[in-house]
């Protein structure tokens, strides 16, 4: 098992990590893989995406997403498990996260009509699920002058970036094992 977490996790034929590699908090999520979709499927068609963060979300549309969760996920034996405080940290971070990329994802899809924001409003996104008044008001959201100044400071900073973010990806180690390059090499003090 550690040979497979070692190097990605992809289960292939590939040698284990040359570093060790061992399970990093990541790991230790409150939602599995497979349970993510449901969470992305029902923000994005039951949750407005017009707010800047997942805290910003009225209580009562989080409320009605933490509801939805419960059907398929046994709550209070995460309150009583001993370590109930990172599962929940974990779980909010992972709703912070499928937030963020569903929010992403409706951007993507409104920079690419071409046509302006009058047409977008009338295409709302695919996959299904996303009525037209949550899209509309999503469409508001990215006009506005706020999003749209901090979209701006955004790419500029990405711009100045010396090493691109690629957090949950993999690591420099595993990145550098994959594509063959050599680790960068340290000076020993007093040599």
């Known amino acids: 098992m550690a040979a497979v977490m070692g190097h990605g996790g992809d289960g292939g034929d590939k040698p284990p990590h040359p570093f060790g590699g061992d399970i990093g908090v990541h790991q230790i999520d409150a939602v599995p893989p497979r349970r993510r979709c449901m969470v992305g499927s029902y923000m994005w068609r039951d949750i407005d995406l017009d707010k800047n963060t997942w805290k910003e979300v009225p209580e ?13 996920f046994d709550f209070q034996a995460i309150s009583n498990d001993s ?51 949550r899209w509309s008001a999503t469409i508001d959201h990215f006009l506005t002058d706020t999003h749209c100044k901090r979209s701006s400071l955004n790419k500029e900073y990405r711009k100045k970036q ?30």
């Open 162 to 191: 010396v090493v691109k973010n690629r957090i949950g990806m993999c690591s420099y180690g595993s990145a550098s094992f994959k594509n063959k390059i050599m680790l960068m090499e340290g000076k020993v003090k007093g040599s």
């Open 83 to 133: 370590d109930a405080r990172i599962l929940w940290e974990s779980l909010n971070h992972r709703i912070c996260q499928r937030y963020r990329g569903r929010k992403n994802r409706a951007k993507d899809k409104f920079i690419d009509m071409l046509e302006g924001a009058e047409a977008a409003r009338a295409q709302p996104p695919h996959p299904p699920g996303m009525d037209s008044t």
């Open 60 to 72: 009562a549309n989080r409320n009605g997403m933490f509801t939805y969760l419960s059907t398929y």
